[in-house]
Structures are given as C-alpha cells and as structure tokens.
Nanobody
Framework: VQLMESGGGLVQIGGSLKLSCAAS????????MSWVRQAPGKGLEWVST????????QYANSVKGRFTISRDNDENMLYLQMDALKSDDTAMYYC????????????????WGQGTQVTVSS
C-alpha cells in the first residue's frame, strides 16, 4: 500500500494550491479517503473526507467554503483544492484512508502518506 502526496509549497495569503495523492496497492475505490494536517507544535487536525464514490464531501469548519476535496477512482487519485489560503493553513498535509476519528498521525489502523508541506506567508 502506498499513498504519495504532492503539490505542496510556499504560497502567499489569499493564494491557491492543489494537493494530489496517488494511491497504489489497494482497491482505492472501496475506501473513504481523507485529508488531515498538522501544524508545527499542534495536534493532528482533520480537514476533509470524501466517500468512496466521490459523493458527500465533508469539511472541517476551518476550511469550509475554501477547500474542495475530490477523487478520480479510475486514476486512483485524491485531490484537495485549497483557495483563499490563510496563514493558519500552514501545515504538513497528509492523505489517509478512512474517515475520522484519527487518533494520531500514522495510526496503524489507516494507511498514510508521508505528507506534503504547505506554507502560507505574507
């Protein structure tokens, strides 16, 4: 099983980024998928979840209306479009199988990527 995030980087406040997560080694279309993040010195924060068929996206209040989760089951890809970025969005972003709760980063009950860094600066 492998999950590999990409698309992070340095962006100015108000800017946009699109994160991607390439999945392999398991039946991607059978899994709920989520994005979570962890800012320096802070705990793990759930960001968004999408049902296995791509319906019913759910978002944390902190990102609702600014982030959009999507998936392509034919390509085994998960995405997170992030718009109107704020400094508080600075974090390492991880894609993970399943839905919350996520007790901790790299909890063994889920499959995790290694993360991609998003830094939002003025």
């Amino acid at each position: 099983v492998q999950l590999m995030e990409s698309g992070g980087g340095l962006v100015q406040i108000g800017g946009s980024l699109k994160l991607s997560c390439a999945a392999s080694g398991f039946k991607f279309s059978s899994y709920y998928m989520s994005w979570v993040r962890q800012a320096p010195g802070k705990g793990l924060e759930w960001v968004s979840t999408i049902v296995n068929d791509g319906s019913k996206p759910q978002y944390a209040n902190s990102v609702k209306g600014r982030f959009t989760i999507s998936r392509d089951n034919d390509e085994n890809m998960l995405y997170l479009q992030m718009d109107a970025l704020k400094s508080d969005d600075t974090a390492m972003y991880y894609c993970v199988t399943g839905r919350p709760p996520f007790p901790r980063l790299f909890y063994p009950g889920n499959h995790w990527g290694q993360g991609t860094q998003v830094t939002v600066s003025s």
